[in-house]
């Protein structure tokens, strides 16, 4: 079994900071690429961020110069730190992993946290 568990959210005012945190645990043999997707009402899910387990990253242009991913490898998470929040990020934010099962696979499986809400007060 493989969960993602998120930390973080909550309500801020608009210019205030928020820093989201992900754990994966379980039974898998790596944790390929990992990132933050978030899903306003009425809207589709969209990218945030993403980083490779190497440290590479790519960022929605909304969030660039705002919001910074990181991730510790060795604890498998992934943190989303947002400065300068806009009453436009609210939405509900989720975390996803790519994870590698078994070392004889070759396929990587997407797996995703419960969500955490995020709020942004002009």
């Known amino acids: 079994q493989v969960q993602l568990v998120e930390s973080g959210g909550g309500l801020v005012q608009a210019g205030g900071s928020l820093r989201l945190s992900c754990v994966a645990s379980?039974?898998?043999?790596?944790?390929?690429?990992m990132g933050w997707y978030y899903q306003a009402p009425g809207k589709q899910r969209e990218l945030v961020a993403t980083?490779?387990?190497?440290?590479?990253?790519n960022y929605a242009d909304s969030v660039k110069a705002r919001f910074t991913i990181s991730r510790d490898n060795a604890k498998n998470t992934v943190n989303l730190q947002m400065n300068s929040l806009k009453p436009e990020d609210t939405a509900v934010y989720s975390c996803?992993?790519?994870?590698?099962?078994?070392?004889?696979?070759?396929?990587?499986?997407?797996?995703w946290g419960q969500g955490t809400q995020v709020t942004v007060s002009s």
């Open positions: 980083i490779t387990s190497d440290g590479r990253t």
């Open positions: 996803n992993a790519r994870l590698r099962r078994t070392w004889y696979e070759k396929s990587d499986y997407d797996y």
């Open positions: 379980g039974t898998f043999f790596k944790v390929n690429t």
